[in-house]
Structures are given as C-alpha cells and as structure tokens.
C-alpha cells in the first residue's frame, strides 16, 4: 500500500481533532447529565442509560490526550523561535484565562448580591461555598488539595480540576521542550507514561492518599498528556508516518487489543476512583485514545475519522471549553427553574428539561465564541513565534482549546 504522504507533520488544522474534541465533549455532557441526578431505583431506563455511559467522565481523558498532542505539537515546531516562551504563554492567556476567571468572578458576585436569597430557593437548602477553596481557582491549585463542593458550588467548580491539570502541564511543558533533546524527550515521555501508573500504585498502597486525590493529580494524570506529547513527537517523523500509513492492520490490532482491555474496565471498574482504574486504567484509556487519534489523522478515508469530521461533532469540538465550563450549572439551574427539583431524566418532563439544558449549554458557548473567545483568540494570535532570523514566523498547528 503506498504510504499516505499528502499528510504533512505540521498542518494547519486538522478537522478530525475538531471532531474528537467534539466527542470528549458529547461524551462529557451525557455522563455528568445522566449521574447528576444520583442513583435511583432500577425501574425505567435510566439507570440502563447511567451504566451504558458510567465512563463518559474518560472524555476528559481523551481531553488530554488531545492537549498534549497539539499543544505538544505547536511546542516542537517553535521550539528554535526566539519568542518561545513569550509568545506561547501570551497565547494561552488570552484562550484560557479570561472565560475562566469570568467564570469564577460571575460566581462571587453571585455570593455577594445573592446568596442568601439562592438558598433559601435552592433544593439543597445549602449555604454557596466562599473563602480559600474558591479563590484557589484563580491559581489553578484546586487539585491539590481536598475540597468537597455541595450545592450550587458543586456544578459551579467540581469539574475544573482537569483544567488545573492542563495548565500546570501548559506551565512546564514549554521547558521539557526546549531544553531536551528530540531524543531526550522521547525517552523522558516514555518514563513519564511508565512512572505515572506506578507513582500512582505507591500513593494508593503505600502512602495511602485519598483516592479521588490521586485521580486528579497533574503528576498522577500525566501520563495522558504524555500519551499525547509523544504521538506529537512521533508523527513529526517522516519515517513513523510513512510506517503508520502502510501499517494499519497492525494498528488496528492494537486498537481492538485496547478497546478489549477498555470494555473489562467499564465492566469491572468503570468509576474513575476505582483501584483497576487508577492503577493502570488510566493510562490505558490514554493508549486507547491515542490510538483512535492516530487512525483519524493517518487514514482520512477510514470510518473512525469519517465520524470525527461530522459536521456536529467538530461545531462542539470548536465551542467545547465553554459547554465544559458551563454544562452543569445549566443543568441545574434550568431543572430548578422549571421543574423546582434537582435535575432528573427519569420521565419525559424531565429528560426534556435535560435536553433543553444540553442545547441551552451549545447556544451559550457559541455565544460567547462569536463574541467573546473568538475574538480574544485572535488577539492572541497576533503575537507570533519568530525564527533566529526573527522574519518568518515559525509555522504550528492552529489548534482551539478544549479544553
């Protein structure tokens, strides 16, 4: 078979990573709509709806994978730009920061003007968080430490530790790249994907670290952005293209090989503070979705990456750090508003108003893309990687965050 070589190991953008963005989103949403509501008795088909998705929280594994691909990417091809480090955390500022801290700005307003009157009114009939645990937020540190939100807190902030592990990756990246060697990198991505499922072993057997810590540890969750980084490193090789193009039963093997081993885990150990999951679950998952990613890009005429350019698919890859920021709290509120009940999806009123949070979320964040990220990206994009010669900008994947 000849190899595939009109795919170029920097292109400009590529609709299938959209489209798998997309996916982590879709199967984000479905999971955390369907479990807000908690358990319920097994009558109707819900609780068959709650188990079939009881691993859509691993979207945002597939999230950092996706992140650890591109922003790696982007990284490798500025990594000779005498405005590396400049350029590319001024980028991240204006994708990431200014939706995020609005976000948690909006939420201590709300405290202040009406939180009272929130709590008499809410289901819960519990006090809004305040204090240390949400001013960590503004520093992307919620992960390391143990805070349990309840209430309107809960949907407002128990999700964003994943952004805090992006982040603290996006903080150190930038210099594993610059300063190792291509070689040197590879070698030290592999050891970080092999230590991270044994690091989190001694945490869990030894130290006895509270499980839902463990999970959420930039250190005991990079082995995913590792996953990432190095299919990056990789595919900027011409010799690993041309082979990936030629072998693609061997891929698809080890495709099924994963999916096989990721079936036993939604089987036997599908929570994500489950030991099966954080011992070696997690990483596995990461070489799963790698896999899927690798096959989208490297065979464009192949289902797995005819279903990542779906046309709806990529619309929710391109918006999907606001819906994940926001999906909950939609939720919430609408099912209040509504129905005066905790969110549900147990009858058609209520799978209605879960509906009609789902497409509430998709119409907020297109909003605040057309009017508010997307400009803000472009500000952001003004500042370009140079080269040595300081004339022609350094090309680099043109990537949306996710999240």
């Known amino acids: 078979m000849k190899p595939n070589t009109d795919i170029c190991a920097s292109p400009g953008r590529i609709p299938e990573l959209d489209g798998l963005r997309g996916t982590a989103i879709f199967l984000v949403l479905v999971y955390h709509y369907l479990e807000q509501q908690g358990s319920i008795a097994i ?74 009157a929130l709590r008499a009114r809410s289901n819960s009939g519990i006090a809004m968080a305040s204090g240390s645990s949400i001013y960590l937020h503004f520093l992307f540190l919620q992960n390391l430490t143990m805070v349990s939100f309840t209430g309107l807190a809960g949907a407002w902030f128990s999700h964003l530790w994943s952004l805090a592990v992006e982040e603290q990756f996006y903080l150190l990246s930038p210099l594993v790249v610059r300063v190792l060697s291509k070689r040197h990198l590879t070698m030290f991505l592999v050891a970080v994907i092999a230590g991270s499922p044994l690091l989190r072993i ?56 994963l ?67 926001i999906h909950l709290v939609v939720n919430v509120t609408l099912h209040s508003l509504l129905r005066r009940a905790s969110p549900a999806t147990t009858d058609w009123r209520s799978a209605g108003v879960t509906l009609l949070a789902a497409l509430t979320t998709y119409g907020i964040a297109w ?37």
């Not at 691909?69 to 980028?91: E, P």
């Not at 150990?269 to 099966?276: E, I």
């Not at 690798?294 to 819906?323: H, K, N, Q, T």
């Not at 997307?374 to 965050?401: I, M, N, T």
């Open 202 to 257: 001694f945490l869990l057997r030894v130290v006895h670290t509270n499980p839902w810590l463990v999970s959420v540890l930039m250190v005991c969750r990079a082995d995913s952005l590792a996953v990432g980084m190095l299919a990056a490193v990789l595919w900027r090789t011409d010799e690993f293209r041309a082979w990936i193009s030629v072998r693609t039963g061997l891929l698809y093997s080890v495709f099924a090989l």
């Open 367 to 403: 909003f605040s893309w057309t009017c508010f990220e997307g400009p803000l990206l472009r500000v952001g994009h003004a500042f370009k990687y140079q080269l040595v010669r300081d004339v022609v900008p350094v090309s680099e994947l043109d990537q949306v965050r996710l999240g």
């Open 259 to 325: 999916l096989g081993g990721t079936l036993a885990l939604w089987k036997w150990a599908p929570n994500s503070v489950t030991w099966g999951m954080e011992s070696i679950g997690f990483t596995w998952l990461a070489l799963f979705y790698v896999v899927i990613l690798l096959l989208a890009i490297a065979r464009p005429g192949d289902p797995i990456a005819r279903v990542a350019r779906m046309r709806w698919l990529r619309e929710l890859g391109r918006v999907s750090y606001c819906m994940y920021i």
């Open 43 to 116: 009558t109707g088909i819900t609780p068959y709806l709650q188990r079939a998705v009881l691993m859509g929280w691993s979207g945002v594994d597939l999230f950092f994978v996706l992140s650890g691909f591109l922003i790696g990417g982007i990284l490798l091809d500025a990594r000779v730009s005498t405005s590396y480090f400049r350029t590319f955390y001024l980028r991240r500022f204006f994708r990431i920061i200014p939706l995020y801290y609005l976000w948690i700005v909006g939420y201590l307003i709300l405290v202040g003007v009406a939180g009272a």
